[in-house]
């Protein structure tokens, strides 16, 4: 039971949030601050070598795209199926 996040890492610097408003039209326009997210330079191998096992990797645009494709590729050649969720993308 739980969430195992023995494999979480930390950073220093501003968390990043997100803020969700409702258009009159009934659309949502989010406004994104990325902070740590935005940080990275390159997936840890650790966490990488995670993805060895992986049946399947969701990505989201929170992250840098090198990150993104780091993930991407470790996952494509582990057979994993790839999913990119590629909303808030301008």
């Not at 049946?55 to 470790?74: D, H, N």
Request: charged share 10%.
């Amino acid at each position: 039971c739980g969430v195992d996040v023995k494999h979480v890492e930390q950073t220093e610097g501003p968390s990043g949030q997100a803020v969700i408003l409702l258009l009159p039209s009934g659309e949502n326009s989010i406004v994104i601050i990325g902070g740590a997210n935005q940080s990275w330079e390159a997936p840890a191998p650790s966490a990488l070598n995670l993805l060895s096992t992986a049946g399947a990797v969701l990505l989201q645009c929170e992250v840098p795209l090198s990150v993104s494709r780091a993930a991407a590729t470790a996952g494509a050649r582990a057979g994993a199926m790839v999913v990119m969720d590629a909303g808030g993308v301008d």
